[in-house]
Every structure is written in structure tokens, then in C-alpha cells.
């Protein structure tokens, strides 16, 4: 399962590195891991940016939930 999941996550890795060397136009490997990384930990950011927000999203409606509750039950 490890063995799998690794070399799936090196398939995904290759393909992002291919597209940014053909988006770039490098040949360089060392540029291309650089500029690959960099895009992957942009992404990273921006996901864990909306997952932050959808939770407190969550957690304001869960509260309004809670309240409505409280109120409709006293």
C-alpha cells in the first residue's frame, strides 16, 4: 500500500515537474524542481487557506445551529 501510494505521488511529482518545464521553457532540473516546489507550496497555502475558512464557517453556522436549538427547546 506505501509502495503504491509512493509511486503515484512520484507519477503526480514527474507530471507537475513536465509541465512546468514545458510552461517554462528550462531545461535545467534543478530550476524546474525549484519552480515545481515553489508552485506546490504556493498550492499548499492556498488550500490550507480555504480549509481554515471553511471551518470557521462551519463552526459559525454550527454555533447559530446550537442557538436556535437552545432557544426553540426553553
Do not use: F
Not at 46 to 55: H, I, K, V, Y
Amino acid at each position: 500500500e506505501d509502495a503504491r501510494r509512493l509511486l503515484g505521488l512520484c507519477g503526480e511529482l514527474d507530471r507537475r515537474m513536465r509541465d512546468t518545464a514545458n510552461s517554462s521553457g528550462s531545461v535545467d532540473t534543478l530550476k524546474v524542481a525549484i519552480l515545481t516546489a515553489i508552485s506546490l507550496i504556493d498550492e499548499l497555502a492556498r488550500l490550507r487557506n480555504a480549509l481554515q475558512s471553511m471551518d470557521e464557517t462551519l463552526s459559525r453556522r454550527s454555533l447559530q445551529c446550537v442557538t436556535m436549538l437552545d432557544h426553540s427547546l426553553h
